[in-house]
């Protein structure tokens, strides 16, 4: 997998002034999104943790600010022949507001993947000035595609994270961040193409130098660390795009060449830690966010290499999340919180067995939450597929031991394994 250049010519790298313009560019054109304290958040980290409410963004979304600010600086000749981009979503949403907005026409090309709910808010978005195009099963393909349609047609390519006017209009979040907080220690910041990475970088550094950067990739995506590992963008074979905000499998090279040395860390969280934060936001601090929203403030559940010293920031990125994926959500949280299990259980054709293995596998506090016999046709002879809650994943591993003194054949399915995704 391979992202495809840019169709324009090399622009000069971005620099902290440029995001000074996108930020007096800016300021009477998006919400200066408030910066909330989250009691939650600082009690797990042991010291005061705000969140950056990006969701409550135009648009819900950081992006754009990183497209108005590219849209609006095209030349008149440059607007008569439109705009084109590729997005998994909150990038497209901005392109058409910022299109609606200047009167300008655009076509987006978004991945399969792309949860329902972003494709709808896109036509509600942009309405006449907006041509959704659905392609590929990723990022990388839509983008591929948006590119050879800029060729095609001359239409300008409005890159998501990898044009530097995009990467300056997204640094001002850290504008807004250092105006708000100048005491601040560590910013946490979401990755998929890094240009939201970049533009933070850029202004931290020039403005308060002493501050961390923290960058946080999903476990599915981890294209950033690739790239730093490499030493220069690498395309990863395969991503998971649970995390379909940063579902990248390249970062830019412009962001790259920006974020390489200024980031403090980069570091990755599993998808099920992800949607583990997401109900936690929406239970605690009454915040929906998409998995992209909620990659800043899982990190601190453990993976930071760093105790922070003083307040910490977390960027909520975005909040365009269908509502229709929270039972996936859940069911990802619970198996990475250990209290979800999954078996394949033969029952012997003999009167009593399912009440002997509810009675003597079974103990309180533990639940079947799914049970269905794997074999469509004669149901009776196959086995069955049973899934146990456990209300303390420390009570594991006497389930097991329960399950290993059975008489029953049960084998238990292990996440992660093909069996599981064939299955589950």
Same mark, same amino acid.
């Given at each position: 997998?391979?992202?495809?250049? +840019?169709? #324009? ?6 620099? @902290? ?5 996108? @930020? ?63 997005? @998994? ?57 948006? *590119? ?26 850290? *504008? ?10 560590? /910013?946490? *910041? ?48 395969? !991503? ?47 915040? !929906? ?39 996936? /959500? ?5 198996? #990475? ?30 639940? /079947? ?18 899934? /146990?809650?456990?209300?303390? @994943? ?11 003194? +059975? ?18």
């Amino acid at each position: 997998m391979t992202d495809a250049p +840019s169709p #324009h010519p090399v622009e000069a790298p971005p620099t @902290a002034a440029d995001v000074a313009y996108a @930020a007096a560019r800016l300021r009477t054109v998006v919400r200066q999104t408030a910066l909330e304290p989250s009691e939650r958040l600082s009690r797990q980290a042991g010291v005061p943790v705000l969140l950056k409410r990006e969701d409550t963004q135009l648009c819900r979304s950081y992006k754009v600010r990183g497209a108005y600010n590219f849209i609006s600086s095209l030349s008149p000749e440059e607007r008569r022949r439109g705009v084109v981009c590729a997005s @998994a979503g909150n990038h497209a949403q901005g392109v058409a507001y910022a299109c609606r907005e200047l009167g300008i026409h655009g076509k987006v090309f978004l991945p399969t993947n792309t949860p329902r709910q972003k494709r709808r808010r896109i036509e509600q978005i942009g309405g006449e000035w907006i041509t959704p195009v659905i392609v590929g099963r990723s990022y990388d393909e839509a983008n591929r595609a948006a *590119v050879a349609d800029s060729r095609e047609t001359g239409a300008l390519f409005v890159h998501p994270f990898d044009a530097p006017r995009t990467i300056a209009g997204q640094g001002t979040v850290a *504008v807004e961040i250092l105006e708000a907080l100048p005491e601040v220690d560590t /910013i946490v *910041v979401p990755v998929g193409g890094g240009g939201l990475l970049a533009g933070v970088c850029l202004w931290v550094r020039e403005n308060r130098p002493g501050v961390r950067i923290v960058g946080v990739e999903p476990a599915g995506a981890p294209s950033m660390q690739a790239a730093l590992d490499a030493g220069l963008p690498v395309a990863l074979p395969e !991503i998971d795009t649970f995390v379909d905000g940063a579902a990248v499998g390249r970062v830019g090279d412009t962001s790259f060449a920006v974020a390489a040395g200024l980031v403090d860390q980069i570091v990755s969280v599993p998808e099920g830690a992800v949607c583990t934060e997401m109900l936690e936001l929406y239970q605690n601090e009454g915040i !929906i966010a998409e998995p992209a929203g909620a990659l800043a403030s899982a990190a601190l559940r453990g993976y930071l290499d760093h105790r922070p010293e003083g307040p910490v920031v977390c960027i909520v990125s975005g909040g365009n999340n269908d509502v229709s994926r929270y039972a996936d /959500i859940l069911e990802r949280s619970l198996i #990475h919180e250990g209290l979800r299990h999954y078996f394949l259980v033969t029952f012997p054709q003999e009167p009593g067995a399912l009440r002997g293995f509810l009675t003597d596998v079974l103990a309180e506090g533990e639940d /079947i939450v799914l049970f269905e016999y794997v074999k469509k046709n004669n149901r009776e002879t196959g086995p069955a597929l049973v899934g /146990i809650e456990i209300d303390d @994943a420390g009570g594991l591993p006497s389930l097991l031991e329960r399950i290993a003194a +059975s008489p029953l054949q049960i084998d238990r399915v292990q996440p992660g394994t093909p069996l599981s995704g064939f299955l589950l």
